[in-house]
């Protein structure tokens, strides 16, 4: 395969804040350099920070009886540190108090940022103690987190997701590069799913991906109908902790070069009921109960 040297760089690997301390001026320099940042941290390593906040009734703001009516402590933890990390990512890319920032829902239940202003796309994952924040203000951004030894094939087969040249490249695989593969299209086309938001079913089968001779993950078979061309996105697929693997997806916003804020309202956007612990993965025809959280709602691409 030939590479698109126009294209941009891919996402750089994400960034690993081990608490509420930062470093955030990390994600501030990645946002003007790029105007996208991806954040991943443990839920663990925020726990006494948000437990101990006096501020966590007002920091969780509309989300407090969501927390208040989760029965499992667990859950309970990871929710309020969730809308944590995902309020100071904000607060860190448009320069803000972190107790400025109100979230809203989009209608599958991702986050959004409410107001206007300056116009932040913001996506969040997480499975076991993991969780992923990505931010941009150049255009729609995507994240998903696996665990690393997750079998995908396992779940749902390959032939109802990918396309017929991954099928036939996955077959000229040995198994254990075959398994890592498929993990790595999966949580690519998650990333990308998120990216594009809600919206009508999309054919996730008809559109794949491939590395070009630098290794990039490049979009294969895309047309403006399925969510763009290839030249208007960069991927990455990073393993983090040993344990994970976080992928993300970004689309920089047509008219835009690929650093530097964007000024769009996101008054207009509407909110919906919180974010929901749930769902299947790669499109809602994939029918099947996933064992980690970072999947997509039970309400994205309904038919």
């Known amino acids: 395969m030939v590479a698109d040297r126009s294209r941009p760089e891919p996402l750089d690997a994400p960034l690993h804040l081990a608490g509420p301390e930062g470093p955030w001026d990390e994600v501030g320099d990645r946002l003007d350099d790029t105007g996208r940042a991806v954040i991943c941290t443990t839920w663990g390593q925020w726990l006494a920070a948000v437990l101990l906040d006096p501020a966590l009734r007002p920091l969780l703001g509309r989300d407090w009886p969501r927390y208040r009516q989760t029965a499992a402590a667990a859950g309970r933890m990871r929710f309020a540190v969730s809308r944590f990390v995902v309020k100071h990512s904000a607060a860190a890319a448009l320069d803000v108090p972190v107790d400025t920032v109100e979230l809203g829902y989009e209608p599958d239940g991702q986050p959004l940022v409410r107001g206007a202003g300056e116009d932040l796309e913001v996506s969040l994952a997480h499975t076991g103690e993991l969780i992923v924040v990505g931010v941009s203000r150049s255009g729609p951004i995507g994240v998903d987190a696996q665990p690393a030894d997750r079998d995908v094939a396992a779940e749902v087969p390959a032939v109802r997701w990918c396309t017929a040249a991954e099928r036939a490249a996955l077959a000229a695989l040995p198994e254990g590069e075959r398994r890592a593969r498929l993990l790595w299209l999966w949580t690519l086309k998650e990333a990308r799913a998120r990216a594009l938001g809600p919206g009508p079913r999309r054919p996730v089968a008809g559109v794949g991906f491939d590395r070009d001779e630098r290794g990039r993950a490049v979009l294969v078979g895309a047309s403006d109908e399925v969510g763009g061309g290839a030249g208007e996105w960069t991927f990455t697929a990073h ?57 997509w709602g039970e309400g994205r691409r309904t038919p």
Do not use: I, N
């Open 239 to 295: 393993p983090v902790l040993e344990r994970y693997l976080v992928g993300a997806a970004h689309r920089r916003r047509p008219g835009l070069p690929a650093a530097g804020k964007a000024q769009v309202d996101t008054g207009s956007r509407s909110a919906a009921a919180p974010l929901e612990e749930r769902g299947a993965g790669c499109g809602d025809h994939l029918p099947f109960l996933r064992p980690v959280t970072s999947g």
